[in-house]
């Protein structure tokens, strides 16, 4: 799956990997090859990020999942047991 940016998130990403290049590492660089770099790490790098994000999910979610018996338990037969705690109940 290929990770997509819209228009402005990557118009975002370009001038913040020029600032990081200029800042940090002192290379002035325009927008077609901070655009370039931009795509080579959506392509190269991103999935990297994406499947751990994705795995970090599954994960959780598992764990919500083995909770859900205690979460929404109910115990059967309570009928009796509730009728003879209430007050004025019948026995």
Do not use: K, T
């Given at each position: 799956?290929?990770?997509?940016?819209?228009?402005?998130?990557?118009?975002?990403?370009?001038?913040?990997?020029?600032?990081?290049?200029?800042?940090?590492?002192?290379?002035?660089?325009?927008?077609?090859?901070?655009?370039?770099?931009?795509?080579?790490?959506?392509?190269?790098?991103?999935?990297?990020?994406?499947?751990?994000?994705?795995?970090?999910?599954?994960?959780?979610?598992?764990?919500?999942?083995?909770?859900?018996?205690?979460?929404?338990?109910?115990?059967?037969?309570?009928?009796?047991s509730r009728r003879a705690a209430r007050p004025g109940g019948?026995?």
């Open positions: 799956m290929a990770i997509e940016l819209d228009r402005a998130e990557r118009e975002q990403a370009v001038d913040s990997l020029q600032r990081y290049l200029e800042a940090e590492l002192d290379e002035r660089v325009g927008n077609v090859a901070a655009g370039a770099l931009l795509g080579f790490f959506l392509e190269e790098i991103a999935p990297l990020v994406f499947n751990q994000a994705v795995a970090q999910v599954q994960e959780r979610l598992s764990q919500r999942i083995a909770e859900v018996d205690v979460e929404v338990h109910e115990d059967a037969f309570q009928y009796w019948r026995r």
